[in-house]
């Protein structure tokens, strides 16, 4: 299944649905008089996308709500995606599609933008990452466990570099062990989870025909632990950016909230 694929195309088709009512709603209004974001058509887009943006700060809380008010998890995630969308859209007809005139106008707008692109973004880093991870790599490991598997290829390769060959203990001591120091994490892996590896891996292939026949194994098992350490890498790199994701998601949106309800009331104090 294609990352751009929606799981759920019905949740998809019926957010069209909403924003393309909501836009000739629009239309039909901004005929019959100037569009006026504090009168109106365009105060009720203004608490609509109030109100959704409302259900979209209660996600991190939907376990205690018991599922309220979409029942399970799946729903939940659905409306948190689309319900965040037709937010947006609502914001942007609110606004009747004009740029801010004041410093709060344009604050809520790049935070909305922001909110909106980086939740869609995350969406996609949930459904790629996993799979790019499942599909190109042969190590699996969980994140915070990752440095303590490192100490031990590194351990093993230390074993296995002892007592070799003055041209294979060269090799190692300056090829391989300074990359088993530590996670060498690299953006990188975000396009390709397998990047640069052929070519990090090819002074194996050009020292081989130069070792005898029973140091050619030893180079071949470190070879298979410098190419889990590979693997490490991008399982860490991949998992960290799932990590990071949330801190420039969840801090800006509720920012964005706390805008909203300040812009509510003070919108409110005027009528």
Request: overall charge positive.
């Amino acid at each position: 299944m294609s990352v751009l694929q929606p799981k759920k195309p019905a949740w998809l088709f019926a957010s069209a649905a909403v924003a393309l009512l909501a836009l000739s709603v629009f239309l039909l209004l901004v005929q019959r008089r100037p569009w006026d974001p504090a009168r109106a058509g365009g105060l009720v887009f203004g608490l609509v996308a109030a109100l959704l943006y409302t259900i979209e700060i209660l996600y991190p809380l939907r376990r205690r709500l018991l599922g309220f008010p979409f029942g399970n998890a799946q729903r939940w995630i659905q409306f948190h995606i689309w319900g965040g969308c037709l937010g947006f859209w609502f914001v942007m007809i609110h606004e009747g599609f004009r740029w801010p005139s004041g410093t709060m106008g344009w604050l809520l707008l790049v935070l909305s933008v922001w909110a909106t692109l980086s939740g869609l973004g995350g969406v996609w880093l949930q459904k790629w990452i996993p799979a790019a991870l499942s599909t190109g790599l042969q190590v699996e490991a969980l994140f915070d466990r990752i440095p303590e598997l490192l100490n031990r290829l590194r351990d093993e390769a230390d074993g296995l570099a002892k007592g070799s060959s003055e041209m294979l203990e060269r090799f190692y001591g300056e090829s391989v062990r300074p990359a088993l120091a530590g996670v060498s994490p690299s953006w990188s892996y975000l396009v390709n989870v397998r990047a640069g590896r052929d070519d990090r891996l090819a002074p194996f292939v050009r020292l081989a025909p130069y070792l005898a026949e029973e140091e050619k194994t030893r180079l071949e098992d470190l070879r298979t632990l410098y190419t889990e350490k590979l693997e490490l890498d991008a399982q860490y790199t991949l998992q960290r950016i799932l990590r990071l994701w949330i801190y420039l998601h969840v801090p800006p949106s509720a920012l964005l909230y706390g805008l909203m309800l300040f812009h509510i009331g003070t919108s409110l104090s005027y009528q």
